[in-house]
């Protein structure tokens, strides 16, 4: 059973930083991708931004520049550096793998910008 335990949201004002972190447990064979997704209040889910296993990255256009996800594939880790937040990056952040062609999902944490 893959399980993601993810840390780091809270209450932060416009212009600070945070950084989430997620890690895996229940796997065995290398996890093909880690990425990081948001869903605002009666909104859809949306990708922030991804880590494959070749090394690529993609994010969202709203965050490049701001955000950098990293990860950890001997720790089964990815964590998201988020700086010079706005207000409109107010969202509960999900962790997700990519295991085995199968999705999975971290159970959310809360970031709030707000001054």
């Known amino acids: 059973q893959v399980q993601l335990v993810e840390s780091g949201g809270g209450l932060v004002q416009p212009g600070g930083s945070l950084r989430l972190s997620c890690v895996a447990s229940g796997t065995v064979l290398p996890i093909y991708e880690m990425a990081w997704y948001r869903q605002l209040p009666g909104a859809q889910r949306e990708l922030v931004a991804t880590a494959k296993s070749g090394g690529s990255t993609n994010y969202e256009d709203s965050v490049k520049g701001r955000f950098t996800i990293s990860r950890d594939s001997a720790r089964k880790t990815v964590d998201l550096q988020m700086n010079n937040l706005k207000a409109e990056d107010t969202a509960v952040y999900y962790c997700?793998?990519?295991?085995?062609?199968?999705?999975?999902w971290g159970q959310g944490t809360q970031v709030t910008v707000s001054s």
């Open positions: 997700f793998v990519r295991y085995l062609s199968s999705p999975y």
